[in-house]
């Protein structure tokens, strides 16, 4: 099992910044990759950016490339999304997740964290 706990969420305007953290918990996580989702009220849940826990290389969603940033901190067991230069339309709830290499499908989710961007 692998549990995740987000923060870093809130209220911000149109332009600003916000980083979100994602506390890992529970299991060694050098075979596991991390990935942020947001959901937005009445749309589907998106893969924003992820992260390959060992290598670290990364994948972006093209509606945020060039303005959020995946990091992780090994000795945190922590995973970071940067937000930058944040819309209106970024407004959601952003999700970590974890799955295992190999494994198609995302199995752990945090409780997720509120994002509103105002204009």
């Known amino acids: 099992q692998v549990q995740l706990v987000e923060s870093g969420g809130g209220l911000v305007q149109a332009g600003g910044s916000l980083r979100l953290s994602c506390v890992a918990s529970?299991?060694?996580?050098?075979?596991?990759?991390m990935a942020w989702f947001r959901q937005a009220p009445g749309k589907e849940r998106e893969i924003v950016a992820g992260?390959?826990?060992?290598?670290?290389?990364?994948y972006y969603g093209d509606s945020v490339k060039g303005r959020f940033t995946i990091l992780r901190d090994n000795a945190k067991n922590t995973v970071y999304l940067q937000m930058n230069s944040l819309k209106p339309e970024d407004t959601a709830v952003y999700y970590c997740?974890?799955?295992?290499?190999?494994?198609?499908?995302?199995?752990?989710w945090g409780q997720g964290t509120q994002v509103t961007v105002s204009s």
């Open positions: 997740a974890a799955r295992l290499e190999g494994v198609p499908k995302y199995d752990y």
């Open positions: 992260i390959r826990w060992s290598g670290g290389s990364t």
């Open positions: 529970g299991r060694t996580l050098s075979s596991y990759r």
